[in-house]
């Protein structure tokens, strides 16, 4: 599993080191998972999932809504934590602010990883999503889908036992989005009449004709 964890890092930080931002969120189903530090962006907040609940810098239930304003993060970055929490993907959309970036990352249903996933996980709320249906998902809440890219091993196995694989036969994969800003209408500007003396001068140098 750390294994997978790294192949995920190195697939999704090239995406989160161009990302720019005051705040960023990281929900993650690892107890030792650090956020990533890239140059641009703020203040983290870190929340770990265990046993129904986040805990780290916020102590929350994971079946209640976000305890977050609104458009508060300019990343968030998800490990994980949908397939272990019935947190609800409108819930992210709802703290994402307009423009932000999503990195989501999860064990696809249809590898070599879920019967070993659903072992590991037995006794608890576990429900592994397809990355294909949560893009769609997000297309219908007005989030751009930037990239679904497979990742890992095929299969949950050492390195020297499996050897390395092509990406697309990967374990997991990882799901890049950016969420669209607000719509601006075009301005239309109205003329505004604006009263000015008229200067009925002569331009300098010029001269009067009469006519007789």
Request: one cysteine or more; charged letters at 20%; aromatic letters at 6%.
């Amino acid at each position: 599993m750390r294994s997978l964890l790294a192949d995920e890092t190195m697939a999704y930080m090239p995406d989160v080191r161009r990302c720019a931002g005051s705040r960023a969120l990281l929900l993650s189903a690892a107890s030792d998972d650090k956020p990533p530090n890239p140059p641009y962006l703020g203040q983290w907040v870190t929340l770990r999932l265990a046993e129904g609940r986040f805990r780290g810098d916020v102590c929350a239930s994971a079946d209640e809504p976000l305890p977050f304003m609104g458009e508060s993060f300019d990343l968030i970055l998800l490990r994980h934590a949908l397939e272990l929490s019935p947190l609800s993907l409108d819930e992210v959309v709802r703290v994402l602010a307009p423009g932000g970036m999503l990195v989501l990352t999860g064990i696809s249903p249809l590898s070599g990883w879920t019967p070993w996933w659903l072992w590991r996980t037995r006794g608890s709320t576990t429900q592994a999503r397809s990355p294909f249906q949560l893009a769609a998902r997000l297309r219908r809440a007005e989030v751009q889908v930037e990239r679904v890219q497979r990742v890992g091993q095929a299969l949950p196995l050492s390195s020297a036992a499996s050897g390395r694989v092509p990406g697309w036969l990967g374990g997991g994969y990882v799901l890049v989005a950016r969420k669209r800003g607000p719509a601006s209408a075009p301005t239309r500007l109205r003329p505004k009449p604006v009263t000015a003396p008229v200067r009925a001068g002569l331009a300098p140098g010029a001269r009067r004709s009469s006519v007789s």
